[in-house]
């Protein structure tokens, strides 16, 4: 079943293109054919969504507000079940109706209550009730045209001392600050080129911005295999920040 599910999501990979007049439109073009074996595939391609959570996981207050930006199939709730639990809201936000479905079809299932569901822009949701604590991007902002724009209204989400989690594909500059990771030039030419195809843009930007913005409190610059490219592994990032209380 999972090599089913492969070849199907490989298909929509090497030929689907985004197609539509709107950033919805396009999303949803794309992976309403990848939805079913959406987690199987990304599993094994995401490498930063564990150790994401699991350090949030350390550093989150119980009853915290949780927002997750472009959440998909709400994969991440499998991820960290105690943060889950401890969390008063969650808040899943995404555009594509079809990954949506998915997150709803897993919480019905597994009875989750704290739950709720958004078909929105990450750069104008707003959750009913209190600010945000808590704020993720999972291998969504390489997706969001507007970045800059998505991560200050984040902040603005954010409650004083809140966190933000990050994770994603990215490239260094070509002289990154000292102590930080620097890709070679076919991997900084190479890897945007590839995954530009199917809409994600590596961004030599994002890791510095996030660094200006917040506290860090947790960063790693790590590589991780790509499935079927021959042993082929693709920088990403783990960045944990706070808020300024």
Not at 7 to 21: E, M, S, V
Not at 57 to 77: C, H, Q, Y
């Amino acid at each position: 079943m999972e090599l089913l599910h492969d070849i199907r999501t490989l298909y929509h990979l090497a030929f689907t293109r985004q197609r539509g007049d709107t950033h919805q439109e396009r999303l949803e073009h794309f992976y309403k054919g990848q939805a079913a074996g959406y987690d199987s595939f990304r599993k094994r391609l995401l490498h930063g969504r564990a150790p994401l959570i699991a350090e949030i996981e350390k550093l989150a207050r119980p009853g915290s507000v949780w927002i997750d930006m472009g959440a998909g199939t709400g994969f991440n709730l499998e991820l960290g079940e105690h943060l889950r639990r401890s969390c008063s809201s969650i808040y899943l936000v995404d555009l594509a109706d079809s990954l949506l479905k998915v997150a709803e079809q897993r919480a019905r299932s597994r009875g989750w209550t704290n739950v709720h569901f958004a078909k929105a822009d990450a750069a104008s949701f707003n959750p009913e009730g209190p600010r945000a604590d808590l704020i993720t991007f999972s291998y969504s902002l390489t997706m969001i045209p507007g970045w800059k724009a998505v991560l200050q209204h984040a902040y603005e989400l954010l409650s004083p001392g809140g966190l933000i989690g990050v994770t994603d594909f990215y490239v260094s500059k070509a002289g990154p600050p000292p102590g930080f990771v620097r890709h070679s030039w076919a991997a900084r030419k190479g890897w945007p080129a590839w995954f530009a195809m199917d809409g994600v843009y590596f961004n030599e930007e994002h890791l510095p911005y996030l660094l200006e913005h917040f506290e860090p409190l947790v960063l790693s610059e790590k590589r991780g295999r790509v499935p079927y490219l021959l042993g082929l592994s693709a920088p990403y990032f783990v960045f944990v920040g706070r808020k300024a209380a």
